[in-house]
T-cell receptor, first 116, second 113 residues
């Protein structure tokens, strides 16, 4: 069974500092995909970044990058130069290889607060 | 504008009164899904659909029904709601294919008294 673990329930970070949000996963399948989503206080879910298990390079999208360490089964989200608008809940999710994109397993999330 | 639209956004109702939460997407996505979000539990999948007339159970399907008669619509039905179904519900849709992100609606907050 798939499992996603986010061990940081909450984090406080000074504005403009870099942030790393932890995500570890458990799967026995060689083919899988990992997603990060942001949920601001307004409630919507915003897709941030995707990493495939066979991707040779770590994914990047603007200020977001994914520190993918396959041997450690970790897929940490890195936010560079944090901004007040980054304050939100962040979820890591894994695509179930038996179902493709039809089934995502989510972690419990990390609430990030950026301090001015 | 590409979007997933859920209605209603908020609903307070009573135990046993049947309700339907509608979900519609305008992106011609094959795949649609319903999740519920509860504090400390993240998002859990209720049902999903890979295409018209094809639906399957997720992790927490008890007490819910769905149908997919048209590609764009995927309503969630609570035939006899109970207080333990009080939650924040999300509908999502996606193209088939590796790496395609799911696009979420804005959520429906249900309170069952």
């Amino acid at each position: 069974a798939q499992k996603i673990t986010q061990t940081q329930p909450g984090m406080f970070v000074q504005e403009k500092e870099a942030v790393t949000l932890d995500c570890t996963y458990d799967t026995s399948d060689p083919s899988y995909g990992l997603f990060w989503y942001k949920q601001p206080s307004s409630g919507e879910m915003i897709f941030l970044i995707y990493q495939g298990s066979y991707d040779q390079q770590n994914a990047t999208e603007g200020r977001y990058s994914l520190n993918f360490q396959k041997a450690r089964k970790s897929a940490n989200l890195v936010i560079s130069a944090s901004q007040l608008g980054d304050s939100a809940m962040y979820f890591c999710a894994m695509r179930d290889p038996n179902f493709g994109n039809e089934k995502l397993t989510f972690g419990t999330g990390t609430r990030l607060t950026i301090i001015p | 504008e590409a979007q997933v639209t859920q209605n209603p956004r908020y609903l307070i109702t009573v135990t046993g009164k049947k309700l339907t939460v509608t979900c519609s997407q305008n992106m011609n996505h094959e795949y649609m899904s319903w999740y519920r979000q509860d504090p400390g539990l993240g998002l859990r999948q209720i049902y999903y659909s890979m295409n018209v007339e094809v639906t399957d159970k997720g992790d927490v399907p008890e007490g819910y029904k769905v149908s997919r008669k048209e590609k764009r619509n995927f309503p969630l039905i609570l035939e006899s709601p109970s207080p333990n179904q009080t939650s924040l519900y999300f509908c999502a849709s996606a193209y088939q294919g590796t790496g395609q992100p799911q696009h979420f609606g804005d959520g429906t907050r249900l309170s069952i008294l």
